[in-house]
């Protein structure tokens, strides 16, 4: 996955969520620390300043990061029913051997595994994390047609595929086509079980969702949600709970932030550690207040 960077979290008990990371999902802490202020505020929360946080590493050494930032809970937050950043997906060896790994774990399995109908190529399942975060773990079993997609290469690994909850999808699908210089893969109308247990709507109703795409790499689901859906609450100048960032690799990073300048929340900046590697990055407040961490390749 050439443009994936990293995923930002937010969590209440950070050593906890570290060892759970570790114990059960096979990443391992390269970097911690205090949230540096700049950065903070260039993520659009300055009150996250000096925030304890740890960036850890899939058990491949796939540089594709998980950023755990530790903050207050929301109490008003409901995972997937709200806009944003719903969920991040890993890819696994074997679905049900996760599955069985996981059933005794704090995360709470809260999608089984279970094939889509339409799409051999994967067999997912889903957990939630004490912290309400949801993680998908997807056996690949082939490509796409069009597309490429990861094979794990250990039993839990790399993140590959960020997945937004939108209040109007084509919005953000332009966003992503004008800002970020992706394409629709395709559009798909699904049994999304989890989504209707959720919003307690009939398990036979249909949700659409796309993918978005950098070449024949696919890395973005949008899930259009349903009219009962809201905007996620949080703290005033802290991250969003759950899943609060997404950050990508972006190949063409100086002409996009030169055009799109008033989009970003700060100017772009050399930035230090493990996401970064020394590369600028700036962050665009997206549709529904999402935030794409736009990171130079």
Known sequence: MKLLRSATLTVSDLARSQALYRDFLDHTTVESGALDGDLASALGAPGAA???????????????YLR??????????????TYGWAAIEICVQDVLAAHERLKPSPFEVIG???????????????????????????????????????????????????????????ASIRFAEEKLGLALGRDMDIVYTMLANAFGTPHERLYTISTVIHER???????????MARPRPAHKGL??????????????FAERVDRFA???????????GAVYDGRRAATMRGPDGTLFELVEM
């Open 262 to 272: 008033d989009w970003l929340i700060a100017p772009p900046a050399q930035r230090p």
């Open 217 to 227: 790499d696919v890395f973005l689901e949008f899930d259009q949600l349903p009219p």
């Open 239 to 252: 991250l969003p709970p759950g899943v609060a960032v997404g950050s990508l690799s972006i190949p063409d």
């Open 68 to 81: 755990l930032v530790q903050q207050p809970p929301h109490p008003d937050f409901e995972p997937l029913k």
């Open 112 to 170: 089984p595994p279970r094939e889509i109908e339409g799409l051999p190529a994967i067999y997912p399942m889903q957990v939630k994390g004490p912290d309400g975060e949801i993680v998908y773990l997807t056996q690949i079993r082939s490509d796409l047609p069009a597309y490429d997609l990861p094979r794990a290469a250990a039993p839990i690994d790399k993140l590959f595929i960020f997945v937004l909850a939108c209040s109007d999808m084509r």
């Open 50 to 64: 000096g925030a304890p946080y740890a960036v850890m590493k899939p058990a491949s050494g796939a540089e594709i």
